[in-house]
């Protein structure tokens, strides 16, 4: 995991547009800062992550949380965050809410629903529709998500081909996390899944809008599944580990 070095914010903070924003400066100490970027040198370029943003050669926070740093240049803020916020080319897990005409309307747990049409489905026609049916989850990606305009997800890739996406969930569990638990969980080689996959086989879709859906065995395993990757948020490795020995050695 390249989640090092990390710096928890709590600096005086400003005001922009009625948004709290907190300010980076340019001593490199707990609760103050990180750089200032130089805007004539390319050697020194910065990619800011979530929670950061660019103004002038001033790097800024706009949400609280810890500084992450992957070498050589990418920075972002690593925060406990439920609210999700659509953006464009994130996959996430919705549940099917309203079948109206050619369009399906999709609570993916932001402010408004998204829309999901017939057509973005692998083999799909006009004569040829999706069983998709009220209820359903789907695992779709969104191709627009923007403030001024009404969200849109397809569950399709840029080839037309389903690659994973598409209705699913029969038998399984879905709960809602963290969004900075959803990183952890879709990171490569995540520690916590190589964990848990040592106490129990089960199937996993995450989501980027901090839902996940579980399948184990039996409904016991499923919920045991469940409830460990809610409560390793805020462990250490090593307690994650402990409690996972624990579990696994009284159930089998």
């Not at 993916?108 to 999706?130: D, H, I």
Request: aromatic letters at 8%; one cysteine or more; charged letters at 25%.
């Amino acid at each position: 995991m390249p989640w090092k070095n990390a710096h928890v914010f709590s600096p005086s903070t400003f005001y922009v547009d009625r948004v709290c924003y907190t300010k980076i400066l340019p001593q490199e100490t707990p609760g103050n800062c990180i750089m200032r970027v130089p805007l004539d040198n390319k050697a020194d370029k910065v990619i800011c992550g979530p929670g950061l943003r660019r103004n002038g050669d001033e790097v800024l926070v706009c949400k609280s949380g810890i500084l992450r740093h992957k070498p050589p240049n990418l920075y972002w803020i690593d925060s406990i965050q439920k609210r999700y916020v659509p953006a464009k080319g994130e996959s996430v897990i919705g549940i099917v809410t309203v079948k109206s005409g050619d369009v399906f309307k999709v609570d993916v747990g932001g402010s408004e629903q998204a829309s999901l049409s017939y057509l973005a489905f692998e083999g799909a026609t006009k004569r040829n529709r999706p069983n998709v049916q009220v209820g359903d989850l789907v695992y779709a990606q969104f191709t627009i998500a923007n403030k001024d305009m009404e969200p849109e997800l397809v569950c399709i890739d840029s080839c037309g081909r389903a690659n994973g996406m598409g209705v699913f969930g029969a038998d399984g569990l879905l709960f809602k996390v963290s969004l900075g638990l959803v990183r952890r969980l879709l990171a490569p080689q995540s520690d916590i899944v190589k964990d848990l996959e040592k106490t129990f086989p089960f199937e996993m879709v995450v989501g980027m809008n901090g839902r996940v859906w579980v399948r184990a065995r039996t409904a016991q395993q499923t919920l045991i599944v469940a409830n460990l990757l809610e409560s390793c948020e805020n462990m250490t490795t090593q307690q994650r580990q402990a409690l996972f020995r624990r579990v696994a050695d009284r159930v089998t």
